[in-house]
């Protein structure tokens, strides 16, 4: 009877798995479910970057992201807008991925013209859109903007847009924020960046497959790094106890939103890679007699 | 009929019918539907406010996309069953649309800005960059270059002058291989050996702060028992396999930290699936 069981487990169909999977997502999505989250070192260095610039620096926000990685960094993104326009700091905004554009339009959209529609495009924010070229492009425009910049991403020549009088290079900007999700992203903006002229300063939010990779350039290459949705969720948790009022909308809380799921998803995980370890010591056991 | 087809017909049709009253029956009118507010002249999304401040209408054309939007992602998610013709379909939309997309992108990226608006910039700025300058740069005849080179590797799509397009691509290898070798060299063989070198007693105000200390101890001593691992010049045995032991154990350490940040990575994306589905969507939560 028990040799059957063991048979019978170990061969469980894998789709069985998926669902297990899918109820324990969704089942804290539907109950709401969050948790409190205690802000790591890493999160409060990347805060206290943000926080320590004066209302009128400027800060480059790449965000190199498109909608396959849109639930780690959305949040992320959201976040820093959030704390840039409290902080009222000029944001130039730009993307390496072609479909980045469209994810800076949702960050503004969501934040700048829902809650901070006094903020004038061009004076206050600018989109300068994608270019092509890989790390290309960071190398040029670190020493000269105007080389692949000519015009925003509306068509607008750059010399016409207030914000950018006087801008020569990002070497201009007090902080380089970065939102990554792979190649182009972090790992280029550290090479070409933050370690070729060591007086830039840069912060990141990454994917947690990135993560890992990224460590080792904190704090010196990296002042701060948010990994994956946890990092998001720490970041918001920070933004949000200083600068939002009450109970923050639903927008402004989907990290730690997101992070419920992400603990009963964990558990699952943790008890299936333990029944499966035991369930093969058990197989061999039988194997054995 | 086999009883795997009746129990999916009648979830299929369960779940249908749900669909259907929870959009028509929704006391809030937001299932299955996208609302738009006008800001600046643009049209961004509404939230609930708006819609009780009266300043909201529903998007035909969004909701249209938040209807497909669902549909594409359970598509998407019947393949955790079985391959199918609903997955095959979404899938090749996205491969189709990818492509379309890129192309464009690439087209108005890089061949309009970057080639056209050098060598042709009053002609461009006529047509499709009203914000660039009509006068051409003083070396702008440099981008014939380029222009000649993309010409080449073209011909990739001609079998017979195929080779011609060897040239560019030796081109673009090998100032790719330099730019990059020297950004490797910088932050990542360079500067980690700088980071790497850290004080074993950390003093703070005078006192030693001995967790910070065992953390910059242990830290290099994992740097070292991992080189140790990759250097096959001497034989692993004695004290030395002993080390390199040690140094398998932090790489193991290492891939399971990278594999559990993986998995939160890949169970947030299922997450924001299903919020978009149980939210946007259904308006369940």
Known sequence: ?289 | MKIEHIIWSLLIVSATLFVLWQTTSDPEQLAGREYVKQVQGQWVPADRIDMQAGIAQVSTPRSIGLWVGAFFTLFIFSFMYRDNPFYKAAESTVVGVSAGYYMVVGFWTTIVPNLLGKLTPGLMQQWAMPGISPEPGSESWVYIVPLIMGGMLLMRLVPRASWISVWPLAFIIGTTAGLRMVAFLEADFLSQIENSIVPFVVLESGNVNYWKSFENIFSVVSILACLVYFFFSIEHTGAVGKVSKFGIWILMITFGAMFGMTVMGRIALLAIRLEFLFKDWLNLI
């Open chain 1, 1 to 289: 009877m028990g040799i059957a069981i063991i048979e019978k487990l170990a061969a469980l169909d894998r789709r069985w798995i998926f669902l297990m999977m899918l109820f324990a997502v969704a089942i804290p999505i539907l109950l709401k479910m969050e948790f409190p989250e205690k802000p790591s070192q890493l999160a409060r260095d990347v805060f206290g970057e943000i926080e320590q610039l004066k209302p009128g620096d400027k800060v480059l926000l790449a965000f190199d992201y498109d909608p396959s990685s849109e639930g780690e960094l959305g949040p992320m993104a959201t976040s820093f807008i959030l704390h840039c326009a409290n902080k009222e700091l000029k944001m130039y905004f730009l993307t390496l991925f072609p479909v980045g554009p469209q994810m800076i339009e949702e960050g503004i959209s969501r934040v700048i013209l829902t809650d901070f529609p006094d903020l004038v495009y061009g004076e206050d924010y600018v989109n300068l859109g994608y270019k092509p070229g890989y790390e290309g492009v960071i190398k040029v425009i670190m020493t000269d903007l105007r080389e692949l910049y000519t015009t925003d991403a509306r068509g607008q020549n750059i010399d016409q847009i207030p914000m950018c009088k006087g801008v020569e290079s990002i070497q201009d900007m007090k902080l380089i924020i970065n939102v990554s999700a792979g190649y182009p992203g972090c790992k280029e903006w550290v090479q070409y960046g933050s370690t070729a002229y060591p007086d830039v300063k840069l912060v990141a939010g990454v994917t947690g497959v990135q993560a890992p990779y990224m460590y080792p350039y904190v704090p010196k290459q990296l002042k701060g790094l948010l990994g994956a949705i946890k990092g998001a969720a720490e970041y918001e948790t920070l933004v949000n106890a200083k600068y939002v009022e009450g109970k923050p909308k639903p927008e402004y809380r989907e990290g730690v939103r997101r992070m419920g799921p992400q603990l009963i998803a964990h558990l699952l995980m943790i008890f299936l890679i333990l029944a499966g370890n035991v369930l093969f010591f058990l197989q061999k056991r039988i194997q054995r007699l």
